[in-house]
Nanobody, 124 residues
Framework: QVHLVESGGGLVQAGDSLRLSCAAS????????MGWFRQAPGKEREFVAS????????YNADFAKARFTISRDNAGNMVYLQMSRLKPEDTAVYYC?????????????????WGQGTLVTVSS
């Protein structure tokens, strides 16, 4: 089973950009669609974006459509989430996940493998 490790979180100011990375442990990574979720303190885990195994199809949650971009590098077993114009309400732990579902508006139950998460804090 693929193992996922996120990185790239940190403390930024409102309006800044940040790129999150998710490293997969093995080449079977390409058999999975990948996605990003986030969980703010006291809230449920929330879908952010998903991408097909080939990278040709993506889907973003409404709040992410204008500011976040998901991408993947299959040669390097990596998935990225480029975030721009960050807002304090984007503060959350961000998780990447692997799924056999096609990209779309995922629910947490679609994800077969989760990373450990990376914390993004946006100050006002």
């Amino acid at each position: 089973q693929v193992h996922l490790v996120e990185s790239g979180g940190g403390l930024v100011q409102a309006g800044d950009s940040l790129r999150l990375s998710c490293a997969a442990s093995e080449s079977t990574f390409t058999s999975y669609a990948m996605g990003w979720f986030r969980q703010a303190p006291g809230k449920e885990r929330e879908f952010v974006a998903s991408i097909s195994w080939s990278g040709s199809n993506t889907y973003n949650a409404d709040f992410a459509k204008a500011r976040f971009t998901i991408s993947r590098d299959n040669a390097g077993n990596m998935v990225y989430l480029q975030m721009s114009r960050l807002k304090p309400e984007d503060t959350a732990v961000y998780y990447c996940g692997a799924s056999k579902m096609p990209p779309g508006l995922w629910i947490s139950a679609y994800v077969e493998v989760w990373g450990q998460g990376t914390l993004v804090t946006v100050s006002s």
